[in-house]
Nanobody, 123 residues
């Protein structure tokens, strides 16, 4: 059993900052790629950024230069530092993590999603 829990969302003014956290817990061997997704009202869920276990990162174009994804492997936690927030950043932000878990004698990768945390940017 593993869990992924997001935190850090809230209400912030345009130009402000927030830091989201994604904490993983449970029984697993390691965590491979972790990612942040978001879903705005009336729109499909989209990838915001991801980060590999070794620290390689990838960002959606609209957040480049404003958001920074990072992870602390010792704490099994991923972060998303969001600066210069815009109205269009308003969304529910979801954490996704690929866990390496032993199942039936094999160690395979399984994706788990957090429950989401609301980020609302206002004028």
């Amino acid at each position: 059993q593993v869990q992924v829990v997001e935190s850090g969302g809230g209400l912030v003014q345009t130009g402000g900052s927030l830091r989201l956290s994604c904490a993983a817990s449970g029984s697993f061997f390691s965590i491979s790629t972790m990612a942040w997704y978001r879903q705005a009202p009336g729109k499909q869920r989209e990838l915001v950024a991801n980060i590999t276990s070794s620290g390689n990162t990838n960002y959606e174009d609209s957040v480049k230069g404003r958001f920074t994804i990072s992870r602390d492997n010792a704490k099994n936690t991923m972060y998303l530092q969001m600066n210069s927030l815009k109205l269009e950043d308003t969304a529910v932000y979801y954490c996704n993590a690929a866990f390496r878990i032993r199942s039936g004698g094999a160690r395979n990768l399984y994706d788990y999603w957090g429950q989401g945390t609301q980020v609302t940017v206002s004028s």
